[in-house]
């Protein structure tokens, strides 16, 4: 059975830092692409960051640039997301996805095939 488990959110305040984890299971992570995505209340999933099975490159979106590290441990089957710097409009579910091979171009999430159920990263204001 395809899982995949996200773990690491919670209530940090604004400046502070977290790190998620994706833990698969019922599969290999070696030959997949991971992203994350988040989901505010309201509004559309959008894409956060991405690193490929491949040549293990990275992808994030703009508005995260320098404060974000993706990171693939592939004997563990986990992937991880360092977030630093946190702001109070970074609140939201954060959840993990996996593709074959190559990170979808945008990250667009539709592209995903299999889905984690998110973990909550709490930024008050």
């Known amino acids: 059975q395809v899982q995949l488990v996200e773990s690491g959110g919670g209530l940090v305040q604004p400046g502070g830092s977290l790190r998620l984890s994706c833990a698969a299971s019922?599969?290999?992570?070696?030959?997949?692409?991971i992203g994350w995505f988040r989901q505010a209340p309201g509004k559309e999933r959008e894409g956060v960051s991405c690193?490929?099975?491949?040549?293990?490159?990275?992808y994030y979106t703009e508005s995260w640039k320098g404060r974000l590290t993706i990171s693939r441990d592939n004997a563990k089957n986990t992937v991880y997301l360092q977030m630093n710097s946190l702001k109070p409009e970074d609140t939201a579910v954060y959840l993990c996805?996996?593709?074959?091979?190559?990170?979808?171009?945008?990250?667009?999430?539709?592209?995903?095939?299999?889905w984690g159920k998110g973990t909550l990263v709490n930024v008050p204001s």
């Open positions: 996805a996996a593709v074959k091979s190559h990170c979808p171009v945008y990250l667009d999430y539709y592209a995903m095939d299999y």
């Open positions: 019922g599969f290999t992570l070696d030959y997949y692409a």
């Open positions: 690193v490929s099975s491949s040549d293990e490159s990275t």
